[in-house]
C-alpha cells in the first residue's frame, strides 16, 4: 500500500502491493479462475454478501490479481472504486452507459478520441442518447449549451490528435451548477501528471493500453469513480460483463511500477524533439501541450505536473506524396496506431477536418503526430532531419 503523503514515484513502487495480494512475492501473482471453491455453505454465503468488495466469489468479479490491480489504480489517482475493462474503448463505453438513459443528452468534447465520436453517433444514438459536441476551449460557456435533459459532460485533455488542453476546473463548476455528472479521459496525463478528482471530475478513464502498461503489448481500460458514482459503475460495468484477463493485469501492473521513470525520460526526449521542430522551417506550430503554442497552453500549465511523449506538429504546407516519402524514411519511427509503449512513432492526420464538428480545422496545413518513445533523442533528430530531406525531394517532384 501507498500511504497518502507519498511523493508519486514512490507511490508507483507501492501502490497496491499489500500483503494480502502479494504473499510473499513481491509482485502480486497471477490468479486464474472463473470457479472459486467454497469449503463450506456458511463460507459461500458470507462470500456472496461480500461480492461487491474485492473478495473471491466468481471469476467475472476478479481474483487477487485484479483487486491489487483495482486498489492501485484507486490509491494513484483518487477516488472510492476502480473498474476493469478490456480495453480503453470499452472502459469509455462501459462509464457512459452505466449512466445515460434514453431522453439523456450528452456534452462531448469536440477533440475526442475518434471511436469515442463513433460511439455516441451510432450505438447512444439509437439507444435515444442525443450527443453535441462542444469545442475544447470553450470554458464556463459550457452553461449555454447545457440542456434540461443534460446528464454528462465528458472531456479529454489534452485532445487526442490537436491537442487542445481544456479548462477541467471551469467545466466542472458549471456542471456542478446544474447537477451534471462529468467524466474525463485522463489517459494522455496518466494518473502521475494530472488529478482530474481534485478539479471535480466525477469518473476517470484511461486507457491502461498506453503509459500504464507501457509496452505496446497489453489492452486494458480503467474507470475510477468518486464514492458517489462507485457503486452504480462497479454495478452495471459487471452487468454488461466487463472482464479482464489476469494475465494481462500482471503486464499491466508490471509495467505500471516503471512509470514515473518512464515518464520522465519521454518527457525529457519529447521536448528535446519538440525544441528542435520548433526551428525546422517546415514547421508551422508545435502542438505540445507544455508549449504556449498550443491551444489551452495556460490550463496546462496551472493543472499538470508534467508531459510525457506524445504531441503534434502543424506543418505550413506538404503533399501527401512528400509526406508519404518522408514517414516511409525513417528508421526509427515506426508507422503504427496507439502511443505510450516504449519505442517512436509517427502518423500524419488527413482526416481532421471530418472528425471535428463544433470547431474549424484548417486543412491545408498537415499534422504530423509524434510518440517520442525512450531512444536517444539525438538519433530521432537525425532520423527526422533525414525525413524532411525526402519530404523536399518529393515536394518538388509535384
Ligand atoms: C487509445 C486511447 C483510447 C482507447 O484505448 P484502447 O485500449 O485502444 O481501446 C481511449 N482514449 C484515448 C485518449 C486513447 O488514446
Redesign the pocket.
Known amino acids: 500500500m501507498s500511504s497518502k503523503q507519498d511523493k508519486s514515484a514512490t507511490k508507483v513502487i507501492n501502490a497496491g502491493r499489500a500483503k494480502q495480494w502479494t504473499g510473499s512475492a513481491v509482485n502480486p501473482p497471477v490468479v486464474r479462475a472463473s470457479t472459486i471453491i467454497f469449503d463450506s455453505v456458511a463460507q459461500m454465503q458470507q462470500a456472496s454478501t461480500k461480492r461487491a468488495d474485492a473478495a473471491p466469489f466468481y471469476g467475472r468479479r476478479g481474483t487477487s490479481t485484479h483487486f491489487a490491480f483495482q486498489a492501485a489504480i484507486t490509491e494513484l489517482q483518487g477516488g472510492a472504486g476502480t473498474a476493469l475493462y478490456p480495453?480503453?474503448?470499452a472502459a469509455?463505453s462501459g462509464a457512459l452507459l452505466s449512466f445515460l438513459r434514453a431522453g439523456d443528452h450528452l456534452l462531448m468534447v469536440d477533440s475526442v478520441?475518434e471511436?469515442t465520436r463513433e460511439l455516441c453517433d451510432t450505438l447512444l444514438q439509437g439507444f435515444g442518447i442525443d450527443t453535441s459536441y462542444y469545442d475544447p476551449l470553450i470554458g464556463e460557456n459550457i452553461t449555454s449549451l447545457i440542456r434540461p435533459n443534460t446528464r454528462v459532460i465528458f472531456m479529454?485533455s489534452p485532445g487526442?490528435i490537436t491537442m487542445e488542453v481544456q479548462d477541467v476546473p471551469a467545466l466542472c463548476r458549471a456542471a456542478k451548477a446544474h447537477n451534471i455528472m462529468t467524466m474525463l479521459?485522463n489517459?494522455?496525463a496518466t494518473p502521475l501528471l494530472c488529478d482530474p478528482f481534485s478539479m471535480g471530475i466525477d469518473i476517470v478513464i484511461h486507457?491502461a493500453?498506453?503509459y500504464i502498461a507501457g509496452h505496446s503489448d497489453v489492452?486494458?481500460?480503467t474507470a475510477t469513480a468518486s464514492a458517489a458514482y462507485w457503486r452504480q459503475l462497479q454495478q452495471h460495468s459487471y452487468l454488461l460483463g466487463q472482464c479482464t484477463s489476469p494475465d494481462d493485469i500482471y503486464l499491466a501492473s508490471r509495467g505500471l511500477r516503471t512509470l514515473s521513470v518512464r515518464l520522465k525520460q519521454h518527457q525529457h526526449n519529447a521536448a528535446t524533439v519538440a525544441a528542435w521542430l520548433a526551428t525546422r522551417p517546415e514547421v508551422d506550430h508545435i502542438r505540445h501541450p507544455a508549449f504556449d503554442t498550443c491551444p489551452g497552453n495556460a490550463c496546462f500549465q496551472r493543472d499538470f505536473n508534467g508531459s510525457n511523449g506524445l504531441f503534434s506538429v502543424v506543418l505550413k504546407h506538404g503533399s501527401r506524396t512528400a509526406i508519404n516519402a518522408m514517414l516511409d524514411s525513417l528508421q526509427h519511427f515506426k508507422m503504427g496506431f496507439?502511443w505510450g509503449g516504449y519505442e517512436s512513432l509517427i502518423l500524419a492526420v488527413n482526416n481532421i477536418d471530418r472528425i471535428r464538428t463544433a470547431t474549424q480545422w484548417d486543412k491545408s496545413k498537415p499534422l504530423l503526430r509524434l510518440h517520442i518513445g525512450l531512444e536517444d533523442p539525438e538519433d530521432l533528430i537525425a532520423d527526422l532531419s533525414h525525413g524532411f530531406a525526402q519530404f523536399h525531394a518529393h515536394q518538388a517532384s509535384i
Do not use: F
Open positions: 480495453s480503453g474503448a469509455i478520441y471511436p479529454e487526442s479521459d489517459t494522455w486507457a493500453t498506453k489492452m486494458l481500460g496507439s
